[in-house]
């Protein structure tokens, strides 16, 4: 039976989704994980540890499992900090390795830090390297942000160096591609699109009204985001879109809210993150504090819930490399709002499965929004498309397409 080592050192797939540093490649980890097992493949998910109390080796489904190692200190570490950590943790997966005496066949990264990895691991035991970014620090750099946001120049360093050591990378879609032969790589051959998947299983329609009751909510009609916080995700541009909404009251008067799913709420208002308190900020200074309300990171388990009681998932991001919450509300049947960035154009057809709208242009967004909310024929469109079209994006297919891509490079060591 072949053997799979995945890395995933900042981020750990067990995690809630909407933490500091959590977020889709948790559950792309997390998810792709247990079905690699369930084909019959065994996996090794090596994650830092960020908890001493939590067991080191946890069970993540058949044949798979996730190895938490010492790397530093056993807390939460912003990630730019971890690179120190970095050959600590390559040794902690040696070790492991050799005291269990487990023979690899092929290594699996995710994101730059363990890219970094990955490429230790691949010249040590001599077997192939297959990464996926996630994110890219040239794309996030390209993105409207603040100077202080910035990715570092050590970022883009590593990912050019990825770039030509890893054996294969898998890029969610073809603008991510195109992207990534233009500013990096120079053999479009070495990168196979591969997009992100979502649990067709978990992420199914429930009525409405039944979805706003089993979470405790008002039957106020209200929009949704999911994510974490960051000012990469474009959170200040849906809070202008709410503002401009309550000027003019929807048709029938109906009141419109905004929950947003992602960070960690903290008692103490100055130990949140420097994006919260700027939301916040924001929040009160647009007297919307009626209107916009902070849930924090949520089960998954819960979000089908969610999804279903919302009128619409808006997601304003100014770089998103696949965007998986997307898939999850097409697959609950919600209307889908987003930035015409990154992934998000291959993954919604506008005005199809959803809208696109220009990166920053709140007012469009906010036009988009009533455009949903006040033409039930249009949302029925939209959501009708949009639950057909996901359906090529379930697990199972995905992973049959990334378990392909392992076997064309084993193919070629026989």
């Known amino acids: 039976m072949r053997r799979i080592a995945v890395l995933s050192v900042h981020s750990c797939p067990l995690a809630a989704l909407g933490g500091k540093e959590t977020g889709g490649m948790n559950v792309y980890v997390r998810e792709l994980g247990r079905e690699v097992g369930r084909l019959g493949i065994r996996v090794d998910v090596f994650t830092r540890s960020q908890n001493p109390n939590i ?22 570490v912003p990630k730019y900090e971890l690179f120190q950590y970095l050959p600590e943790f390559t040794l902690g997966v040696t070790q492991f390795a050799s005291a269990g005496r487990i023979s690899y066949d092929l290594v699996h990264s995710h994101y730059w830090l363990s890219g970094w990895v990955g490429a230790q691991l691949k010249i040590k035991w001599s077997i192939p390297l297959v990464h996926m970014f996630h994110t890219l620090g040239t794309l996030k750099n390209a993105a409207h942000l603040r ?23 898998v890029a969610p879609s073809p603008w991510e591609k195109e992207q990534m032969i233009r500013h990096h790589c120079g053999q479009p051959a070495k990168i196979k699109v591969i997009p992100c998947g979502v649990d067709l299983q978990l992420f199914k329609p429930i009525p409405s009204l039944k979805a706003k009751k089993f979470l405790g909510l008002s039957e106020r009609h209200f929009l949704l985001f999911v994510g974490r916080i960051d000012a990469i995700k474009g959170i200040d541009v849906l809070i202008q879109a709410i503002q401009r909404l309550s000027r003019k009251p929807l048709r029938g008067n ?7 799913i992602g960070g960690e709420l903290d008692t103490d208002p100055q130990a949140e993150s420097k994006e919260m308190q700027r939301l916040r900020k924001l929040v009160a200074e647009m007297n919307l504090q009626e209107r916009v309300a902070f849930y924090g990171s949520q089960r998954q388990d819960l979000l089908p819930y969610f999804y279903s009681a919302a009128e619409a998932l808006v997601l304003p991001s100014r770089y998103e490399s696949f965007g998986m919450v997307v898939l999850e509300a097409m697959a609950c049947g919600t209307p889908v709002i987003a930035s015409r960035v990154g992934g998000l154009q291959y993954t919604i057809e506008d005005g199809h499965t959803g809208f696109l709208v220009p990166e920053g242009d709140w007012f469009l967004l906010a036009e988009r929004i009533r455009e949903v909310i006040e033409s039930p024929p249009l949302k029925e469109k939209l959501v009708t498309a949009a639950m057909a079209r996901v359906k090529q994006f379930g697990w199972p297919m995905i992973t049959r397409k ?11 060591l026989l």
Request: charged share 35%.
């Open 55 to 76: 067991s080191r080796i946890v069970r993540l489904g058949r044949n798979a499992r996730v190895i938490h190692l010492k790397a530093g200190p056993e807390e939460p």
């Open 147 to 169: 100077k202080e946001e910035k990715e570092p120049k050590g970022r883009l360093k590593i990912e050019e160096q990825i770039m030509h050591l890893a054996d294969k990378l």
């Open 254 to 260: 109906k009141e419109l809210g905004l929950i947003i």
């Open 402 to 412: 990334v378990i392909s891509l392992y076997d064309s490079l084993l193919s070629t």
